[in-house]
């Protein structure tokens, strides 16, 4: 009676390999050998038909009552296994939540970026709105519309980054004034923030590449005083509610008069100290009440409009209020420099 025999040693071997799997991947192959449609008992079953008639219904019987074991065990087997699984990756993926955080390291402002914001605020507080304008220039934008001859020495090629004749790399962000104008009907109250370029070479407090800020206020009836008022706001602003202001007489092609206007030292009050140089005041922009020439080439008349108009270096602005004496500081991206600007 041979395949009696054969089902049971099926039914051991199928049930040994079941318990035997360590886990889903192994049980798999076990479940193709013994139960699969080309497992051993289909096999077993395909030969049910050279039985004697009597045998058939015991063997048949006994066949169903093996498979059905099978695929029991089998079933159970698969489910514990899978359990197994997802309780050992749930494990593995706990989260301890009392372990230390990493600390998220957000970045910070440069201070030069912190400098042209303060600056900024100020000025956006008494109406003015920042604009910008292109760094690579027309030398008409940057010279001819600024009242600047065509002999002026800021031209010089020694002085100036000439792209064509016709084009510059800005040497000043007073071009923008001239956009401005040309663009804009007055009132007009802007700023202009950005950089400049000059052929200079890297010292201490020298930088081919610098920053400026720019302001321009046209109106009806402005006047000098109009210009100290807003800039000594400025001043104390940024600098300190004590600070004094004074002009000093000077040139500029665009404006008419033009200025030069110092602070009284912050670090000493204005006693001299090594900030100021002994001096007790530090120049701070340059200034003027707008040349009636640049008006009228931008369209505006200066019968019926005048305005001031002012630029300060970014750079000379921050070294003096956080004491930096290398304006290459704020180039060199050293962290261990920029780190003290951190909050
Ligand atoms: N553009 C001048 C410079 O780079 C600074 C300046 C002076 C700007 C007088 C002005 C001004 O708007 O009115 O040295």
């Given at each position: 009676m041979g395949m009696r025999e054969d089902l049971e040693r099926i039914r051991e071997e199928a049930l040994e390999a079941i318990k035997a799997a360590g886990n889903e991947q192994e049980l798999e192959p076990v479940r193709i050998r013994y139960s699969g449609k080309k497992g051993a008992l289909t096999a077993i079953l395909?030969?049910?038909?050279?039985?004697?008639a009597e045998e058939r219904p015991v063997m048949g019987q006994l066949a169903n009552e093996v498979r059905a074991q099978i695929e029991e065990k089998l079933g159970e087997r698969f489910e514990a296994l899978r359990a197994a699984a997802l309780e050992e990756k749930l494990k593995a993926e706990?989260?301890?939540?009392?372990m230390p955080g990493k600390a998220p390291k957000p970045g910070f402002r440069h201070p030069l970026t912190t400098t042209i914001s303060d600056v900024r605020r100020v000025f956006e507080s008494m109406g003015f709105q920042t604009v910008e304008g292109p760094e690579v220039e027309l030398a008409y934008y940057n010279f001819d519309a600024l009242n600047t001859s065509a002999d002026h020495p800021a031209r010089d090629p020694q002085d100036t980054f000439y792209i064509t004749d016709d084009v510059v790399l800005r040497t000043q962000t007073s071009s923008v004034q001239v956009r401005t104008m040309q663009g804009k009907e007055p009132p007009i109250r802007v700023i202009a923030p950005g950089r400049v370029y000059r052929n200079d070479d890297l010292d201490a407090t020298h930088s081919p590449l610098f920053h400026q800020i720019e302001g321009l206020l046209i109106d009806k009836g402005v006047r000098m005083s109009d210009l100290k008022g807003y800039l000594e706001v400025f001043a104390q602003s940024i600098f300190g509610e004590e600070t004094r202001v004074r002009f000093r007489p000077h040139h500029f092609p665009?404006?008419?008069?033009s200025a030069e206007m110092d602070v009284s030292c912050f670090a000493c009050g204005g006693k001299g100290c090594r900030l100021c140089k002994g001096e007790g005041w530090i120049e701070i922009l340059g200034c003027g009440m707008v040349h009636p020439n640049v008006l009228r080439d931008c369209g505006i008349s200066p019968e019926v409009y005048s305005g001031f108009a002012f630029g300060m270096g970014v750079e000379r602005i921050a070294m003096l209020r956080y004491k930096i004496d290398e304006i290459r500081k704020f180039y060199d991206n050293d962290l261990r420099f920029l780190s003290q600007f951190n909050g």
């Open positions: 395909k030969t049910m038909g050279k039985l004697s706990t989260l301890d939540v009392t665009f404006t008419e008069p």
